[in-house]
């Protein structure tokens, strides 16, 4: 199968940046779709950004302007920089990776998860 790993989170003060990263391992085909959400206290988990092959990156109206997703194909990589930050972007974050991977030389669809990475915005 294929594992998911974000990193990046951490505490910040209103107005800082992060930059999150995520990487995809395992026995890769192809990368179809990568997304970012995000899961505050209880509420449930909304997309942030996505990009998927060959469209152009979309983002929730709510990051419009401050977040920018990009992606390292090589690396099975996807970021999401994060800018001019607010109290609201509390949240867990969350990295998806959607794509094919090889078993036993066919490829087989997949779609997974990070364990996510904690970013909390407060003065």
């Known amino acids: 199968q294929v594992q998911v790993q974000e990193s990046g989170g951490g505490s910040v003060q209103p107005g800082d940046s992060l930059r999150l990263s995520c990487a995809a391992s395992?026995?890769?085909?192809?990368?179809?779709?990568m997304r970012w959400y995000r899961q505050a206290p209880g509420e449930q988990r909304n997309q942030v950004a996505a990009?998927?092959?060959?469209?152009?990156?979309t983002y929730a109206t709510s990051v419009q302007g401050r977040f920018t997703i990009s992606t390292d194909i090589a690396k099975n990589a996807v970021f999401l920089q994060m800018n001019s930050l607010k109290p609201e972007d509390t949240a867990v974050y969350y990295c998806?990776?959607?794509?094919?991977?090889?078993?036993?030389?066919?490829?087989?669809?997949?779609?997974?998860w990070g364990q996510g990475t904690q970013v909390t915005v407060s003065s």
């Open positions: 998806y990776v959607g794509g094919s991977y090889y078993r036993n030389n066919f490829p087989y669809p997949f779609n997974s």
């Open positions: 395992g026995n890769i085909a192809n990368i179809r779709a």
């Open positions: 990009i998927l092959t060959g469209a152009n990156p």
